[in-house]
């Protein structure tokens, strides 16, 4: 069988095929599938450390946290853009979503259940650089094409997708652009100023305001920005969830294992969380030159 959106070799750029769970060029570069379905197209020499991407930890800590719902809030939010997006351009092959940086796949899984009930056909692909996020987002079984690649060095051709979605994930923009259909749509999930401004004050003696990561995104060409929503709500973490709530994000890092030890014995963390949800439409070609 072959995949809904054709891979490209990433050794020399030639379409690959899909046979007997493997991926091959003409030049005979093979890539083998897993079990659960994902192929690893990320080279050696494309590896920034042995283990790129969040730590196998990270990974896990986030799935335990998202499980829980305290992001519920933020996949629903999506669900209801996308419907409008999708209800707007009306697509008779489907719509197809890249989900560059996707972890381990808790918000796929939540569109695509909550989608599910809409009878709008939506096909999903997502990438990550980390084996361990794709490999746990694999065995959800959602028939999402997923592939260990680099948002860096995408492994498609262009003009494939109608939206990339992005959510707290690195994103090259040329790349972006490059895979984008020319009405592509550019969705980008970032923190707004309050996210976790109770997680931050329970470890910091300062609290600083987010700035969101998307100041390249306004002065690139490449994009126009269209739209920002922002979801604001306040969660009461439980438990052994606070701590798993800082290993899955880079304070977890700057924090000294005394605080750690702090979070451990609190029985529950209010906070903030604060998402900004920015819509960007791929810049018409004509409007480039
Ligand atoms: C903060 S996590 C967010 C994961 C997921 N989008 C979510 O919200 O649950 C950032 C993700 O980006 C991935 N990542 C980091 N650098 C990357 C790159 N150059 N290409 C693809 N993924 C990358 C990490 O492995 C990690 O899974
Ligand atoms: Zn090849």
């Known amino acids: 069988m072959a995949y809904r959106v054709q891979y490209k070799c990433p050794v020399c ?6 046979q007997t769970r493997s991926l091959h060029c003409e030049k005979n570069h093979n890539f083998d599938q897993s079990r659960s379905g994902y192929v690893n197209l990320l080279l050696a020499q494309h590896k920034q450390s042995r283990q790129p991407g969040d730590a196998d930890e990270m990974v896990m800590a986030r799935q335990r946290f998202l499980e829980q719902g305290y992001y519920l809030a933020l996949a629903q939010g999506l669900e209801q853009i996308l419907i ?8 008779a092959e489907g719509f197809q979503l890249l989900d560059v940086g996707c972890g ?3 918000y796929l899984q939540q569109l695509s259940q909550l989608l599910s009930k809409t009878g709008l056909s939506l096909q999903l692909a997502g990438i990550d650089i980390s ?4 490999h746990e987002h694999a065995k959800r079984r959602l028939g999402v094409q997923l592939a260990v690649a680099s948002a860096k060095d995408l492994p498609y051709f262009e003009h494939e ?9 690195p994103v090259y923009l040329e790349e972006a652009a490059r ?22 004050q329970a470890i910091y003696t300062d609290v600083f305001e987010h700035r969101g990561n998307y100041a390249e995104l306004a002065q690139s060409p490449l ?5 920002t929503i922002e979801i604001i709500q306040e969660i009461t973490v439980a438990g052994s969830d606070i701590l798993d709530l800082l290993t899955m994000t880079p ?3 700057h924090t000294p294992p005394e605080q750690k030890m702090h979070l451990e014995t609190m029985s529950e963390l209010k906070t903030p969380i604060h998402f900004q949800i920015q819509t960007y439409f791929k810049t018409k070609q004509q409007d480039l030159k």
Do not use: C, N
Not at 13 to 18: A, R, T
Not at 161 to 168: A, Q
């Open 179 to 200: 895979v984008l259909k020319d009405d592509g749509i550019l969705m980008m999930v970032g923190p707004g100023k309050t996210h976790l401004k109770g997680l931050m």
């Open 104 to 106: 381990e796949g808790y």
């Open 84 to 91: 409008q997006i999708m209800q707007k351009r009306s697509r």
């Open 131 to 134: 084996k361990k996020a794709i």
């Open 161 to 169: 997708f109608d939206l990339l979605l992005s959510i707290f994930s």
């Open 13 to 18: 750029g030639l379409p690959l095929e899909l």
């Open 223 to 227: 994009f126009q920005w269209q739209d």
């Open 251 to 253: 304070y977890y890092w």
